[in-house]
């Protein structure tokens, strides 16, 4: 019961720590707003979710008959796969792109030096 | 004078080193590249002493990223041979000069040296070098000495076979992926002697690296 409560508290703060965190982000507009609400909504769920687990629990347990920690388990390792996967894509793209463009910048600057000579 | 080679020199903050390298590459190359990775010593300044071309990198791409800028002023300045040397020292003029005449004189596409005598590395370094050298064997069926040395020189015309893709500032792959892919692609690939430095003044990977490489090695084999 105190570890359930424990989780749930430490659950909570981070979720408000990451709601700061979204604000700041989306201030500085590094997210936009479809992408602020996104995570704006997915930190007041886990808010909702660690402040009354048992309704989920309830929930789950009466319609599927499954563990909810059974299924949050398998769909957290999902989603965290196919977001590193994702992030892992993108910045390899973004990492070619900027060393093309700063290979290109290089090799123009002593070719037109040359042209000079 | 090799005016068909383009002797190219990668240096990241190789102010202790630089000068001496450059007073003998210029006694013997007519064409010499080298590309600065953004040093933050004064390595710059002393390459402009020199008579060699100078590229500089706005910010550290890595080794990997280096070659490719070389390998791209190699083609737009149409040099039939590309060398890569070493800015710290370690390899010697008189080496890539041997490199050179062999592969002027031979059908050879790709030419590596290799340390001759890893007796002067510490026992990691040994270990992993040879380590290395009997993974490549088993899976490409070639006997190489050397797959990372950075002393080499290959004609710009098989660049498609031997292209990289390795890039990042942490490792140094680049090297061993042109030697698989050179293998893999059947390209006619030699090796010559080289001196050996002591393994203090030598730069090398670490255990992970040199784990990682060695899946990369498999990966370059089956999967690219």
Not at chain 2, 36 to 59: A, C, G
Not at chain 2, 123 to 137: A, E, N, Y
Not at chain 2, 171 to 189: G, L, P, Q, R
Request: hydrophobic share 45%; net charge positive.
């Amino acid at each position: 019961m105190i570890i359930k409560l424990i989780l749930s508290i430490l659950s909570i703060i981070f979720s408000l720590i990451m709601i700061y965190i979204t604000q700041i982000n989306y201030k500085r507009k590094i997210l936009n707003k479809v992408n602020y609400l996104l995570w704006i909504s997915v930190w007041i769920i886990i808010i909702a979710v660690s402040i009354r687990p048992e309704f989920i629990d309830n929930y789950f347990l009466t319609k599927y008959e499954t563990d909810i920690f059974y299924i949050l388990s398998i769909i957290s390792i999902i989603t965290l796969v196919i977001l590193y996967y994702f992030s892992l894509m993108k910045i390899n793209i973004l990492e070619k792109k900027i060393n093309s463009l700063l290979r290109a910048e290089s090799l123009k600057e002593i070719l037109d030096k040359l042209k000079d000579k | 004078m090799y005016d068909e080679v383009l002797v190219t020199i990668l240096a990241y903050n190789e102010e202790k080193k630089i000068s001496e390298v450059l007073i003998e590459l210029t006694k013997k190359f007519k064409n010499i590249l080298v590309v600065d990775n953004n040093s933050e010593d004064s390595t710059r300044k002393k390459i402009k002493n020199f008579p060699v071309f100078l590229i500089k990198h706005k910010y550290n791409l890595g080794k990997s990223e280096s070659m490719k800028t070389a390998l791209e002023f190699a083609k737009i300045k149409k040099f039939k041979y590309l060398a890569f040397m070493d800015a710290d020292g370690q390899h010697k003029t008189d080496d890539l000069e041997k490199i050179c005449q062999k592969i002027y004189k031979n059908r050879s596409e790709i030419i590596i040296g290799y340390r001759k005598n890893l007796s002067l590395l510490n026992l990691k370094k040994r270990i992993g070098t040879i380590i290395l050298q009997k993974v490549f064997s088993f899976f490409y069926q070639k006997k190489l000495f050397d797959i990372q040395s950075g002393l080499r020189i290959f004609k710009l015309s098989i660049e498609p076979k031997i292209y990289w893709y390795s890039s990042g500032i942490t490792h140094y792959f680049a090297d061993a992926e042109i030697t698989c892919n050179a293998v893999k692609n059947k390209c006619d690939i030699d090796q010559i002697p080289i001196e050996t430095l002591s393994s203090e003044e030598y730069k090398g990977m670490n255990i992970v690296q040199g784990l990682y490489l060695m899946i990369m090695i498999m990966y370059w084999r089956f999967i690219r």
